[in-house]
């Protein structure tokens, strides 16, 4: 049974510093693109930033890009979200999925499994 964990959301003020982390099990880890997408209360989903399976390409949505990383670490079926420089805008649950494809502008494109989320929440 597959099964997707996300962790690390929190309440920071805007300037701070998140980081997200994603375990997955019950998949073969390295098989999969892996990414972040996010949903505000009232918004539309809007995929943050995706990897390749091998962690050698990285793609991020205009709107964070140069303030979010992106990385995972194979051999720990970990991926990861660094954020700084966190605005009110970032507010939003983050979910984690391993996905076909990337997409350059960050989405994600067939995602296979997801999990439930961590809530990020940046005050002004």
């Known amino acids: 049974q597959v099964q997707v964990v996300e962790s690390g959301g929190g309440l920071v003020q805007a300037g701070g510093s998140l980081r997200l982390s994603c375990t997955a099990s019950?998949?073969?880890?390295?098989?999969?693109?892996m990414g972040w997408f996010r949903q505000a209360p009232g918004k539309e989903r809007e995929g943050v930033s995706c990897?390749?399976?091998?962690?050698?390409?990285?793609y991020y949505a205009d709107s964070v890009k140069g303030r979010f990383t992106i990385s995972r670490d194979n051999a720990k079926n970990t991926l990861y979200l660094q954020m700084n420089s966190l605005k009110p805008e970032d507010t939003a649950m983050y979910y984690c999925?391993?996905?076909?494809?990337?997409?350059?502008?960050?989405?994600?494109?067939?995602?296979?499994?997801w999990g439930q989320g961590t809530q990020v929440t940046v005050s002004s």
């Open positions: 999925a391993a996905a076909s494809l990337c997409r350059p502008s960050g989405s994600l494109s067939d995602e296979r499994y």
């Open positions: 019950g998949l073969t880890f390295a098989d999969y693109n």
């Open positions: 990897i390749s399976w091998s962690g050698s390409s990285t």
